[in-house]
């Protein structure tokens, strides 16, 4: 007779299973019993102060190590604290699993204390989930849901446990097999190969070609494929923000970022190109400006996991769906090298003529900031950010030179990411340096869990661009709300009693001169977390930018304009069309 | 341009399916004309039928997205001419028992029937293509219909 499990005990022998390290959570009534098997096992569980932070951390902790992060929370309040984590997870298709507690089966439905219909909260933002009204399917909903959150376009799933689910027994029997019939990256159509060779002949006739990247590069785990596709095509290579990290950035083919805060030079490119190849991205709006104006003179080769974000925003010549790993394996095998050198030569020049670059200032720069963190980093460590201005600087100025190193919320722009999810990659990566790149706004909303990393004695770095504004909602209130500050004003918070409360280093910065050594003492700090208080400027701005509503290759804030009138590119009202389209993320 | 479209989907048949498609379709701010769910000859699955009013892009993004859903296991699009569809109809209509015969010829021609009735109306039941069933509703009309039910299209491949 082979001895029965409790619901709990089989969760995480699943958990153990799936290779599960650490998980990352809070306790509540109705996930004691889940708390009580993880006690016993040898997952490592990390208490912290708010669930948002432990959804975060398993973000944090997946995107750095290409895992599956875990987190765990009570139900009602404790799921619905998770819901702004998985949200963004889900918009950046980060595997990440969910577990929830659940109110008794049988008092579902009866507002029942601590209830909230948590399955049907959350299905707008996974990617599938799954509710455990029995025990006997417990063992069957782990391993899906690892599986499901992995394969294909990676997302969040929850599985939501009623008490009942953990604490009764049954055999436990590991579903070795997973066979879902609709699932799609079980019943995938091979890739065609026709539809391959048609962008392959396209792509032989080119001779300005751009390569231009999203996170599909960097979760297929395809970024040896993409420098070799580069190198053979001599074709230059332009990330979004989340496809950073996939090509080095020090190599010559390197474009940068494009898109809203991306290079003009970069932009121009993609304006002037013939082929566009795009890999793993999805053409979102941030990326192209105006739809209809993106890589206008370009043929358009898509290639994506999901055939859903095809011809979602631009409409495309060649959609390609497949992993892309095996697509890129198929295209090098049809292409041959391409004679580029006159376009990388005037991109060269392009380069040259608009550089990115800021003007000195009183205070210290965030942009200055940054570039040594990159240098003392030497563009290896571990990157997370808040989001605002200090996360767009960090894409422009950080040199990223390996996959999984920036960790930052792209698709569903979340304030107050930064420090979790820096908590959760240092977690996962625990050799690793890892900074939070953050704003005094966005760290705020999150900055409890320091308690967190100050316990666990990790030595994650904290560098607040402290501007006492939400700069970005300052920038645009200045560029097109004739500079009236609505609410975007911050209180000066003392940041190094703040860090030295909870446990950890506190250092502030205000001169220039202080930057670099700040930095260096951080690095050497290993058994706790530092903080840095960098005053820096208090409204500089961002720059070069897509106006709202504006083709992607006309920027504000170009170089040009720079020069010209002094670091404030021209100030004026929004147009009734573009304050329509006005939208900051 | 907008048009009726009609989507037929595979489902599993559990808790939650009706609600994570309906969800998807409205979050992309389509209107579904009707949407029925039904028992198929496998006692797991489901049939879903969909009719929404869209564009051709539209449609393909609602289409690529209800294959996204992993409870979903087929999507079809049904085109003009390659299925049968049928809806039942159930009204209400003000007649007295002087006026019904004539209520009953028209249904008659339509293979309809008076399903029940009274001194002072009729219960008449129909089943037909959607376009039939908007004809017989609109000779009716006149008779006075107080109230009106129609299922929604189910359909079958040809
Ligand atoms: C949770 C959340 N709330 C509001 C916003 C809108 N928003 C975008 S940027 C920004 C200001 C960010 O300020 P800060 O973190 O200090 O960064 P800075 O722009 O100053 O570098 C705000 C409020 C958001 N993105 N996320």
């Known amino acids: 007779m082979t001895t029965k499990m409790k619901g709990a005990q089989i969760l995480v022998e699943c958990l153990k299973r799936e290779g599960v390290d650490v998980v990352f959570g809070i306790p509540g009534g109705a996930n004691l019993p889940t708390f009580d098997a993880l006690y016993k096992s040898d997952i490592r569980v990390i208490l912290t102060v708010h669930e948002q932070g432990a959804a975060h951390m398993a973000d944090g902790y997946a995107r750095a190590t290409g895992k599956v992060g875990v987190c765990v929370a009570t139900s009602g309040p404790g799921a619905t604290n998770l819901v702004t984590g998985i949200a963004n997870a889900y918009m950046d298709s980060i595997p990440i699993v969910a577990l929830t507690g659940q109110v ?80 799609r990256v079980q019943a995938a159509p091979p ?96 990326v192209t400006g105006k739809p209809d104006e993106f890589a206008k003179k370009a043929k358009k080769i898509h290639i994506d996991v999901d055939p859903s974000s095809i011809n979602k925003t631009v409409v495309v010549d060649y959609p390609i769906v497949g992993d892309v790993k095996d697509v890129l394996c198929l295209l090098l095998s049809m292409v041959k090298p391409l004679d580029t050198d006159a376009w990388l030569k005037r991109l060269q020049t392009m380069k040259e003529q608009a550089p990115l670059t800021y003007r000195e200032k009183d205070r210290i720069l965030p942009q200055y900031i940054i570039q040594q963190v990159s240098e003392a980093t030497k563009g290896n460590a571990i990157i997370a950010t808040g989001v605002g201005q200090h996360q767009m600087w960090t894409a422009q100025y950080y040199q990223f030179n390996r996959p999984r190193t920036l960790v930052t919320s792209g698709g569903l722009g979340t304030m107050g990411f930064g420090l979790p999810a820096a908590i959760g990659a240092q977690f996962g990566c625990p050799k690793d340096t890892v900074w939070d ?54 209180n000066p918070v003392n940041f190094v009693k703040l860090a030295e409360a909870y446990g950890c280093v506190g250092i502030r910065v205000e001169r220039k001169a202080d930057v670099r050594p700040a930095i260096e003492q951080a690095q050497s700090v290993k058994d706790r977390p530092t903080v840095i208080d960098f005053l820096v400027e208090q409204k500089e701005d961002c720059w070069p930018m897509i106006a709202p509503g504006k083709p992607h290759f006309q920027m504000l804030g170009t170089y040009e304009m720079l020069s010209k009138d002094g670091g404030v590119a021209q100030r004026r009202r929004a147009t009734p069309d573009e304050e329509s389209k006005l939208s900051l993320g | 341009m907008n048009e009726k479209h009609t989507i037929s989907c595979l489902v599993e048949n559990h808790f939650g399916v009706l609600a994570r498609i309906s969800g998807l379709i409205s979050a992309r701010g389509f209107n579904i004309d009707s949407l029925t769910v039904s028992a ?11 009719v929404v009013d869209a564009d051709a892009v539209k449609l393909e993004q609602v289409k690529n997205q209800l294959n996204r859903l992993i409870d979903v296991i087929e999507v079809q699009e049904l085109k003009e001419g390659q299925f ?59 008779y006075g219909i107080t109230k009106l039910v129609r299922t929604g299209r189910v359909a079958l491949e040809k």
């Open chain 1, 437 to 490: 790149i953050d704003g005094d706004g966005s760290f705020m909303m999150t900055a409890q869990e320091l308690a967190t990393a100050a316990k666990h004695r990790l030595p994650v770095k904290v560098a607040i661009m402290n501007n006492q504004f939400h700069g970005m909602v300052r920038q645009w209130q200045d560029q097109f709300y004739e500079g009236r500050y609505a609410s975007s004003e911050l």
């Open chain 2, 84 to 142: 049968l569809d049928r809806e039942l109809l159930l009204a209400r209509v003000q007649v007295n028992s002087k006026g019904r015969g004539a209520v009953e010829e028209l249904l008659k021609r339509f293979g309809g029937r008076i399903a029940d009735a009274n001194d002072h109306w009729v219960a008449v039941e129909a089943t037909g293509g959607t376009k039939q069933l908007d004809q017989l509703i609109e000779q009716l009309r006149p």
């Open chain 1, 191 to 286: 890739i065609q190969t026709a539809q391959v060779q048609a962008a392959a002949e396209a792509i032989k006739r080119s001779t300005k070609p751009v390569i231009y990247v999203g996170a599909g590069v960097i979760h297929s785990g395809a970024a040896a494929e993409l420098m070799q596709l580069a190198r053979t095509l001599r074709a230059p290579v332009t990330t979004s923000l989340l496809g950073l990290g996939s090509f080095p950035e020090t190599d010559p083919l390197s474009l940068g970022m494009l898109g809203m805060h991306g290079f003009e030079y970069t932009n121009l490119a993609v304006a002037e190109c013939d082929v566009l190849i795009g890999i793993g991205a999805r053409f979102d709006d941030r």
């Open chain 2, 40 to 50: 198929t000859e496998d006692p797991t699955v489901s049939r879903m039928t969909i």
């Open chain 1, 104 to 183: 008794r089966t049988s008092v579902i439905g009866n507002d029942a204390f601590q209830e909230a219909d948590t399955v049907g909260v959350t299905r707008p933002v996974t990617k599938h989930s799954y509710l455990v009204k029995d025990v006997r399917d417990m063992a069957r909903a782990v391993r899906e849901a690892f599986y499901i959150a992995r394969t294909g376009r990676p997302g969040p799933v929850l599985i939501d446990l009623p008490v009942d689910s953990t604490v009764n027994e049954t055999e436990f029997v590991y579903p070795e097999q997973v066979n879902i019939r609709g699932y």
